[in-house]
């Protein structure tokens, strides 16, 4: 098992303060921030509301599969033919929207080719506003059914992905949000971006969010992103803040009520080829952004609880790290100074 990896690997809040639990009395519209989250959903088609409202509660699920992309024809190959091999039993119907987040490769012919030769169900939609955070929003209003699934153009999908997906929320009707596991698909690549936890977990807390799920493997139901809208377009690669927009969606749909857990059975590999100390340092302060972002909006929105636990982090950056052989090593001094950045910014722009 890994346990937390990145930047924020040491923190925890002060042992003398409560674990940060999100209750059922902090969930709900006033807690959640409301007027963003409404904002968002009313990006989304009046049909899209109506049309999932009436098939959420199908006995074998129908999926709908998006990945966005940009400029990565070769590997996109690759992520698109493991859906050939899917195992399909107990899925009721899928389709695959591939967005094209503004390609200058021959991403558009290789879809062409595929929709061609092979028996996928793809769409292909071109979406010239940048950042992935647009782009899934243009995957939610394409996608018909009543649950969205995510994957990156970098991952491979094991051939039960879709079944464990679908026998999920066949298992739990109120399910709104699951996130699955991620392995490496080459292990000389950097242990970072992968959720490798074997356990079932039902994600109540702020640390078991961050630490259990991922952007690249989650499903969502169509219901609970009518409740709490889209991507934030500010976060995320290409938007004003380079990540966090995985974790503000997660923490909304949290926040709102939904029931989210971590299931194993659901099953990836990430091909995301870093491994230069330069790539992962740069990696690392997307993230660390990314996590400032999404607590200076949601502390804007009146989310004092993140306050403390914005306190604590930051007090932990700070302080020296101990070794296994219980020697001292420096600080997290840079990446205080770009959380605390990133955090007065996103105080200011935020709103």
Request: hydrophobic share 40%.
């Amino acid at each position: 098992m890994t346990g937390r990896r990145g930047a924020f690997t040491a923190l925890r809040a002060n042992p003398s303060s409560p674990r940060f639990v999100i209750s059922a009395q902090q969930r709900g519209d006033a807690a959640l921030g409301v007027s963003n989250g409404s904002a968002m959903s009313r990006e989304l088609e009046p049909d899209f509301h109506r049309n999932h409202e009436a098939t959420n509660r199908r006995v074998s699920p129908m999926i709908s599969v998006v990945i966005a992309t940009r400029n990565r024809a070769s590997q996109l190959e690759k992520c698109l033919r493991r859906f050939e091999q899917l195992d399909l039993s107990g899925v009721a119907q899928w389709e695959l929207i591939l967005v094209d987040n503004g390609s200058s490769d021959d991403t558009a012919k290789l879809v062409e080719d595929l929709i061609a030769n092979t028996g996928l169900p793809l769409r292909y939609i071109f979406e010239p506003v940048g950042g992935v955070s647009s782009a899934r929003n243009a995957g939610i209003r394409a996608a018909r059914y009543e649950i969205l699934t995510f994957t990156d153009d970098d991952c491979m999908i094991d051939k039960g992905w879709l079944q464990a997906i679908a026998r999920v929320f066949q298992e739990d009707p109120d399910l709104a949000l699951v996130g699955g596991r991620v392995e490496l698909y080459d292990p000389k690549d950097h242990e970072i971006s992968v959720r490798r936890f074997q356990d079932l977990c039902s994600v109540q807390t702020l640390d078991d969010l961050f630490s259990r799920l991922i952007g690249c493997n989650f499903a969502v139901s169509a219901a609970a992103i009518s409740r709490v809208g889209t991507f934030d377009a500010s976060m995320g690669a290409g938007g004003r803040f380079k990540a966090g927009e995985d974790h503000d969606f997660f923490y909304r749909v949290l926040k709102s009520g939904g029931k989210v857990i971590y299931d194993p059975r659901i099953l990836i590999e990430h091909a995301h080829g870093r491994r230069a100390e330069a790539d992962i340092r740069a990696l690392k302060s997307n993230y660390t952004q990314g996590r400032a972002a999404l607590f200076a909006k949601h502390i804007n929105a009146g989310d004092r609880d993140l306050i403390r636990q914005v306190y604590w982090e930051l007090h932990a950056l700070l302080l020296p790290r101990k070794c296994a052989d219980g020697s001292k090593i420096s600080s997290n001094f840079r990446f205080f100074c770009i959380y605390s950045f990133h955090l007065l910014r996103g105080l200011a722009v935020l709103r």
